[in-house]
């Protein structure tokens, strides 16, 4: 699960596992695997360093 701050404001956390694309036109977007999209404040930058974040402590979870 990722924290992002959606285009009102408000923050939400996302399962970054249903993340199929980011787009950046010229605001962020992700496209979830079930076609729903959530535009949000981060760049698609933020976005992808925030998802790689998530999965190390994922799979380097008791290491």
Do not use: Q
Not at 2 to 30: M, Q, W, Y
Request: glycine letters at 4%; a negative charge.
């Amino acid at each position: 699960m990722i924290r992002l701050t959606a285009f009102s404001g408000d923050a939400f956390v996302l399962n970054a596992d249903h993340i199929e694309k980011v787009e950046e036109v010229p605001e962020c977007i992700i496209t979830l695997v079930n076609g729903k999209k959530y535009m949000v404040r981060e760049t698609s930058e933020e976005v992808i360093d925030k998802v790689i974040e998530y999965k190390k402590k994922i799979f380097n979870f008791g290491l």
